[in-house]
């Protein structure tokens, strides 16, 4: 039998953990988005791994469950937690809190998927195209020669090294242009447009693919194409600098449009999801009679009662954070069971839609805005407590939610990997949590680099998805939530939904699914086009790199994607004890924007040469 939590695998693990969660926090705090990263830990810990004299696919399996449990880790954190500092709890990051909140809620998430696991991949056999994917790269790779698999970890290098560079000049000494964007208005309307020049968003297009890229951009249309124009011509606006003005009245107004939508997302999922997780969870509870001494040892999970057991101890630690906010035990243990209750349900559907669509287009947004609100609204009516703690709590409690859902379908997804190339599930299950542990003690380090460094909510650190959750809770206490706009977006969400079921009574192979048109509705232009762009790229590469079978453009994304962000975290560590410390070196405009446009043109053509090869 082969090893498979051997020494050099276990170190690496933690290692790949901690690099790509820390990659994975700067991503989701400047795009808004996140990636999974099953594959290019699956390829990163390939190519380590054969520079020792023995090792096999199950010691690189081991490596990538473990890994990409701390990117989904990251996920969770990042979405959520940096509302605490802008709702104004916390003064600057909590390392010590933000270390309690990721390692409870990321050990909850995977304990949470243990009894789902026979039940979504053995009895209902769901897909998990991410899954499958994964094991097709980790057989592909121990079947072919060493000489490859460097070629592939030296590829991921050296875009890594393009992606840095680019970076250090754009925000460490301010050569060239971060972003382009103008607006014209015409008879009182304004139409706006804009997009970062940065490689890791094309990047992330890349990845997800050409239908969400299509989607996300035209979600950004409905605001700057339709909303912005109409609303600006409805109610005029201020300045003279357009493409300000239409910034504005999208922060203020248009983006409330998808947390409507969002919200109708998420409850969507649950609704379109009972029936098939009502009938997993009646399968996993039925496997829990039987006789353990039936099963094999390379067929059993992790014991059902540890894990009972271990779930309960779990909520010691979030009954006392929110003892500290509420000052009721009672309260506090209500609130407990209900983040335990969300918990569980938003991890069943996100490991249930990992089956169906994988985990990148996992509906967490959506579900973790739905938990906010209904939390915001049930504090509120029934808890008496100030509106900051308030919102504070209910921020927690989305907190925990996120990073359990965010853990439960990356699981699910690995555990299928495991499948598939003949691993152990329990082992895979230990290392899991081990990858939750290893990016929970590293996430509060991280944040607070970035923050004092960048300013989180700022425009070098937007955090979008953090800053809405701040809007969703402050405006349920203050009253002043944008209840018109997000009641529209939410009559669009049930429009995009009936349009989706309609290209499935169809048959048709490209589907709308509500999320990513959502989310396309929320973030900035800026990030959605060059998404747009990214996804058609490899539209575009991929007709033709089907006809070899090959496409080295995800080596290349992954690169880029894990360059920049690294860098970014570099760059912060000076800038955490001077603020001044990186000099401007500012090219004279327009120069900036012709280099910064230049550089990234030529990003986007060798990406479509090397993913078309």
Not at 153 to 181: D, R, T
Not at 314 to 333: C, F, K, N, R, V
Not at 512 to 533: D, H, K, R, S
């Amino acid at each position: 039998m082969k090893n498979e939590i051997t020494v050099k695998a276990f170190f690496l693990s933690i290692i790949l953990s901690i690099v790509l969660s820390s990659a994975m926090t700067y991503l989701g705090l400047y795009a808004g988005m996140t990636i999974s990263a099953s594959i290019p830990a699956a390829i990163m810990s390939m190519g380590i791994l054969r520079l020792f004299k023995n090792s096999n696919i199950l010691e690189n399996n081991i490596v990538q469950t473990a890994a990409s449990a701390g990117e989904s880790l990251a996920a969770g954190v990042i979405f959520t937690l940096p509302a605490l500092l802008l709702v104004g709890y916390w003064d600057t990051i909590s390392y010590w809190e933000v270390t309690k909140i990721a390692m409870v809620g990321g050990i909850l998430g995977a304990l949470f998927t243990v009894p789902l696991r026979r039940a979504l991949i053995l009895k209902a056999q769901l897909r998990f195209p991410e899954g499958v994917a994964t094991a097709a790269v980790l057989k592909t790779g121990h079947e072919t020669d060493a000489e490859k698999s460097q070629e592939s970890l030296k590829l991921i290098g050296l875009s890594a090294l393009v992606g840095g560079v680019v970076k250090l000049g754009e925000l460490a000494f301010s050569i060239w242009s971060s972003a382009i964007g103008g607006a014209i208005a015409f008879k009182g309307a304004i139409f706006g447009m804009g997009a970062s020049l940065s490689p890791s968003l094309f990047s992330v297009g890349y990845i997800v693919g050409r239908n969400i890229g299509i989607l996300a951009f035209t979600g950004g249309l409905i605001s700057w194409a339709v909303a912005i124009p109409i609303y600006s011509y409805l109610y005029g606006f201020e300045g003279d600098n357009y493409f300000e003005s239409a910034n504005i009245i999208w922060n203020a107004k248009i983006r409330y449009l998808g947390v409507g939508a969002m919200v109708v997302g998420g409850i969507w999922s649950v609704i379109q999801l009972a029936k098939p997780l009502i009938e997993s969870i009646q399968l996993s509870l039925k496997t829990l009679g039987e006789n353990s001494d039936n099963i094999s040892l390379e067929e059993r999970d992790l014991p059902i009662n540890y894990v009972f057991i271990a779930i309960l101890v779990m909520l010691i630690p979030i009954s006392l954070t929110y003892y500290g906010i509420i000052g009721s035990w009672g309260s506090a243990m209500i609130l407990s069971i209900i983040m335990a209750i969300f918990g569980f349900l938003f991890s069943a559907v996100a490991a249930y839609m990992a089956g169906v669509v994988g985990s990148s287009n996992n509906p967490i947004s959506g579900v973790t805005i739905a938990t906010i609100l209904f939390s915001s609204l049930l504090i509120i009516t029934f808890f008496d407590v100030d509106s900051s703690k308030g919102a504070a709590a209910a921020i927690l409690i989305g907190a925990v939610v996120c990073c359990a859902a965010a853990i439960g379908g990356d699981n699910l997804q690995d555990l299928k990997t495991g499948n598939i190339v003949g691993a152990t599930p329990w082992k895979q299950q230990i290392m899991q949590l081990v990858g939750v542990v290893s990016a929970a003690l590293t996430l509060g380090i991280v944040l607070t680099l970035l923050h004092e460094a960048y300013g989180i909510g700022s425009s070098d650190l937007p955090a979008p998805q953090a800053v809405l959750m701040t809007n969703v809770a402050n405006g349920v206490f203050s009253g002043n939530l944008e209840w018109g706009m997000i009641y529209a977006g939410a009559v669009l969400g049930v429009i995009i939904i009936l349009i989706d079921q309609y290209q499935a009574y169809r048959k048709a192979d490209f589907r709308v699914p509500i999320l990513a048109v959502a989310i396309g509705i929320y973030l900035p232009i800026e990030l959605t086009l060059p998404i747009f762009i990214g996804g058609m790229i490899n539209h575009l590469a991929n007709r033709t790199a089907s006809k070899s079978g090959k496409n080295n453009g995800l080596l290349i994304a992954s690169g880029l994607i894990t360059g920049e962000a690294l860098m970014a975290i570099f760059i912060a560590i000076p800038l955490f004890f001077d603020k001044n410390y990186w000099p401007t070196l500012s090219l004279s405009s327009p120069y900036n924007d012709i280099v910064a446009i230049a550089i990234i043109s030529i990003i986007i053509y060798r990406l479509y040469l090397i993913a078309k090869r």
